[in-house]
C-alpha cells in the first residue's frame, strides 16, 4: 500500500493508467485513459484506512456533539412550544 | 493518501463500469480543452458544483429570510453582512471542493472510513433532519410563488417532483449539472425586482459601513444573525459540492478552475441575495407589511402593492426558481449521503438499476416532503423560518470534521490546507457556533421563563 506523499503527488499530477490489461478492447482502453488511477469505482468502493484520532481530539469532538444536540433540543422545544 | 488497495493492480483489473465510461467521456473533454489551450472552454466544463452549491442556498427560505430583514430593518448593515457570509461560505465551500477533487470521493463516506461509523451516522443524521425541513420549506416557497398567480398546492408538490424525476432521468452527472445550473441562473430574478423597486442608489453605498446596526432585542438580534448564517453556508451544501466534485471527476489539476466556481458562485449568491433584501426594504416603509402573510401569497403581494405588478410577479417567479433548485440540490445531497453511509453506488453516472438507493433516496426525500405540505393544518410558516436556524446550530459538527479531512496529509497530501486556511476555517466555525448556540440557548430560556425577552 502506498503511503508516500511525494508518490501520492505523483499519481495525483494528473497520471494516468494508459493500458493497464492487453486483453482489454480498445475501446475500454481509450476510456481508461482519461481517468487517473484513483478515479475507478472499482478502487473509489474500496475504504480508506481508519485514521488515528488522539483521545484529546476524541473527547473534543464529543464534547461538541454533545453541545450541538442539547442545543438542537432547546431549538426544538422553542419552535413546538411557539406552535402552541 | 491512506491505504485503500487503490494502487494495486487486482483493483485495476476490475471491469469499467458504466460510472466510469461516462465520467471518462467528460475527463477527455477537459483533458481536450486544457491540451488545446482553450481557457474560457475548460472553464466552462469545469464549473458546476461552486455554483449549484452556492446559488442551491439562494433557496426559498434563505431569500425570505433576506427580505424579511429589508423589510423590518432596512438594508443597513446587511448589506456588507450578506458577502461577509459567502465569503465565509467560500473558505468552507473552496475545502469541500478540494477534498473532493483529490480523494474522489464524497463527504459523508471519507467521515464515515476515516474517523468511524459513529461520526459517518452523526453526519447523516444531521444532514437528513436539515434536509427534511429544508425541503418542506422550498416546497413552501414555491407554493407562495405560485400562489401569487393564483395557482393552488397541488400544483407546487407536482412542479417540484416532476423536476425531480426530470432531472434524474438522464443517466449522466454532466446533464443533471446543466439542466440545474440553467435553472440556478434564473435566481437573478431578485437582482431585477431589486431594480425594478427602484431603490436609493446613495443609500445603499452608504450602507456600506454596517449601519445602522439593527434595532430591537437581544434574542431578535441573534435570530436574525442565526438565520442569515443559515441561508449562507449549511451541512446540505457540504455534502453536495464534495460529492458532486468527485461525481464531476474533478482532480487536483481542476482544483484552481474549482476556486474560481466557488467564487463566482458566492459572487452571485451574494449579489442575487442583496436583491432579495433591497426588494424586502421597499416594504420598510410600509411597516414590513405582508411577512404576516406568508402562508398565503405574502411577500409578491406585498410587493406588487408598494412596487407595483411587475415587481411582485419578478419576486414570485424567483420564489419559485428559488425552491425549485434547492429541491433538485438537497435532494441530491441527501442521495450522495445516503449511498456514500450506505456504501452502494452513488453517482448520478450510474443508471438507477445500479443506483437505486441513490435515485430512490433522490426522489424519496423530495416525496416526503411534499407530502407533508399537503397536510392541512401543518404549520409551514413556522418550519420555513426555523429551518436556516436548525441547519446552523447543526452546522458546526460538518464544519470541524470538514477541516479535519482537509487537514489530513494521508488523504491529501500536498493539498491539505495551508495555517491561514486553517486560522479563516476556525474563526467561521466559531461564530457559527456561537451564534446558533447564543440564539438556541437564549430562546430556550425565555421560553421556560429562566430570563425575561
Given at each position: ?13 494528473g497520471?494516468t ?13 481509450d476510456l481508461?485513459e482519461h481517468l487517473e488511477?484513483?478515479q ?45 | ?21 461516462a465520467r471518462s467521456r467528460d475527463r477527455l473533454q477537459v483533458q481536450s480543452a486544457r491540451e488545446g489551450r482553450k481557457r474560457w472552454r475548460l472553464l466552462w466544463l469545469l464549473v458546476g458544483p461552486g455554483i449549484l ?44 471542493m478540494?477534498?473532493?477533487a ?68 438522464g443517466?449522466r452527472y454532466w446533464r443533471w449539472e446543466r439542466i440545474v445550473l440553467g435553472?440556478a441562473l ?58 458532486a466534485s468527485?461525481d464531476k471527476g474533478m482532480t487536483p489539476r481542476d482544483i484552481n478552475h474549482g476556486r474560481y466556481d466557488t467564487a463566482v458562485g458566492?459572487v452571485l ?80 453516472n ?104
Open positions: 500500500m502506498n503511503s508516500d506523499p511525494a508518490d501520492i503527488a505523483g499519481l495525483r499530477n497520471s493508467i494508459h493500458a493497464s490489461g492487453r486483453d482489454r478492447k480498445h475501446f475500454e482502453d481508461v488511477r484513483d475507478f469505482v472499482a478502487v473509489t468502493s474500496r475504504p480508506v484506512e481508519r485514521a488515528a484520532l488522539s483521545a484529546r481530539t476524541i473527547t473534543g469532538l464529543w464534547a461538541l456533539r454533545i453541545f450541538v444536540i442539547v442545543v438542537s433540543l432547546m431549538v426544538i422545544y422553542t419552535f413546538v412550544d411557539q406552535l402552541h | 493518501m491512506a491505504t485503500t488497495g487503490a494502487d494495486t493492480p487486482q483493483a485495476l483489473d476490475a471491469p469499467l463500469t458504466g460510472e466510469d465510461a452549491a452556492m446559488l442551491g442556498e439562494n433557496d426559498g427560505p434563505s431569500m425570505i429570510a433576506y427580505a424579511s430583514d429589508g423589510a423590518q430593518y432596512g438594508i443597513g448593515f446587511f448589506v456588507p453582512f450578506i458577502p461577509l457570509l459567502f465569503l465565509m461560505a467560500y473558505v468552507c465551500q473552496e475545502m469541500c478540494r477534498v473532493g483529490v480523494t474522489h470521493r464524497g463527504y459523508g463516506e471519507l467521515v464515515l472510513q476515516r474517523f468511524g461509523r459513529v461520526w459517518g451516522w452523526f453526519g447523516a443524521g444531521d444532514l437528513t433532519l436539515t434536509n427534511l425541513v429544508t425541503l418542506i420549506a422550498e416546497f413552501v416557497s414555491i407554493r407562495v410563488g405560485l400562489a401569487y398567480f393564483h395557482l393552488g398546492v397541488g400544483i407546487a408538490v407536482a412542479l417540484g417532483l416532476v423536476l425531480v424525476l426530470f432531472t434524474l432521468s443517466g435553472m434564473f435566481n437573478g430574478l431578485f437582482l431585477l425586482a431589486a431594480i425594478l423597486v427602484k431603490p436609493d442608489i446613495s443609500a445603499v453605498a452608504r450602507s456600506l459601513d454596517f449601519s445602522p446596526f439593527p434595532g430591537g432585542s437581544f434574542n431578535t438580534l441573534l435570530l436574525l444573525l442565526a438565520s442569515t448564517i443559515g441561508a449562507t453556508v449549511t451541512p446540505w451544501m457540504i455534502f453536495f459540492q464534495q460529492s468527485a458566492a449568491a451574494a449579489i442575487f441575495g442583496i436583491g432579495a433584501l433591497i426588494a424586502g426594504a421597499a416594504l420598510l416603509t410600509h411597516g414590513g407589511s405582508g411577512i404576516q402573510g406568508f402562508a398565503g401569497a405574502g411577500f409578491p403581494e406585498a410587493l406588487r402593492r408598494v412596487a407595483g405588478g411587475a415587481a411582485g410577479t419578478v419576486f414570485a417567479l424567483g420564489l419559485i426558481e428559488a425552491g425549485a433548485v434547492a429541491i433538485l440540490t438537497i435532494s441530491a445531497s441527501t442521495a450522495y449521503a445516503a449511498g456514500e453511509c450506505i456504501g452502494v453506488s452513488h453517482s448520478f450510474s443508471s438507477p438499476r445500479n443506483a437505486a438507493l441513490f435515485y430512490a433516496a433522490n426522489f424519496g426525500v423530495a416525496l416526503v416532503a411534499a407530502a407533508v405540505i399537503l397536510i392541512p393544518g401543518v404549520p409551514l410558516l413556522s418550519i420555513a423560518l426555523n429551518a436556516n436556524v436548525l441547519a446552523t446550530v447543526l452546522l458546526p459538527v460538518s464544519l470541524v470534521l470538514m477541516v479535519m479531512l482537509a487537514n489530513d496529509k494521508g488523504l491529501m497530501g500536498p493539498w491539505a490546507n495551508k495555517r491561514s486556511t486553517n486560522v479563516i476555517g476556525i474563526a467561521v466555525i466559531a461564530f457559527v457556533g456561537i451564534c446558533g448556540a447564543a440564539y438556541g440557548i437564549d430562546s430556550f430560556l425565555q421560553t421556560v421563563h429562566l430570563v425575561g425577552s
